[in-house]
């Protein structure tokens, strides 16, 4: 065990975090709080009994090492010590990628067509409709469409715990 830590139970009292806010439900109560700069919400099932030991439960699906890393690092923030950061973060490369997805359905629900969309958002412009199936532009823009339709189509949820994806 490294040294100055011991088995001892560690006491959290919620109220004495910065901007606590509890709301009291039927099926439980919710905890908003700020530690260390981070905003956490936490959920308890049941009313607060009193001074009692408390565990984290965590349900055992795909999620598991995303919750895990973020029960480590709230407990790190408890106890002092640094933060190791949120979950894997998209690259930026990765979410402009996803921007621009968005970008073209919504161009595309609005009836624009391929070339127009293309020249605005990718910056190339295509002097004569017989050059647009000869350019990158045209493959990156089928790239990007394909991504906004499976974003529509539900992929969407794929990005609350990236890099973890419901696909298998």
Not at 10 to 29: M, N
Not at 105 to 125: H, K, N, T, Y
Request: net charge positive; aromatic share 8%.
């Amino acid at each position: 065990m490294p040294l100055g830590q011991t088995l001892t139970p560690r006491r959290l009292d919620i109220h004495a975090l910065s901007t606590v806010r509890c709301i009291e439900t039927p099926d439980g109560i919710y905890v908003s709080c700020v530690c260390g700069g981070v905003t956490w919400q936490l959920w308890m099932e049941r009313r607060w009994p009193g001074q009692h030991h408390y565990a984290f439960d965590h349900a055992y699906d795909r999620f598991i090492p995303l919750r895990a890393h973020e029960t480590i690092r709230f407990w790190r923030v408890l106890a002092g010590l640094s933060d190791p950061g949120p979950w894997h973060r998209m690259s930026r490369q990765s979410l402009d990628r996803h921007i621009l997805a968005l970008r073209v359905a919504d161009a595309r629900a609005a009836g624009v067509g391929e070339r127009v969309i293309a020249e605005s958002l990718l910056g190339q412009p295509v002097a004569r409709s017989a050059d647009w199936s000869d350019l990158s532009a045209r493959a990156q823009f089928r790239r990007l469409d394909s991504l906004a339709n499976r974003m529509i189509a539900g992929g969407y949820r794929d990005l609350i715990g990236y890099p973890l994806s419901r696909r298998v």
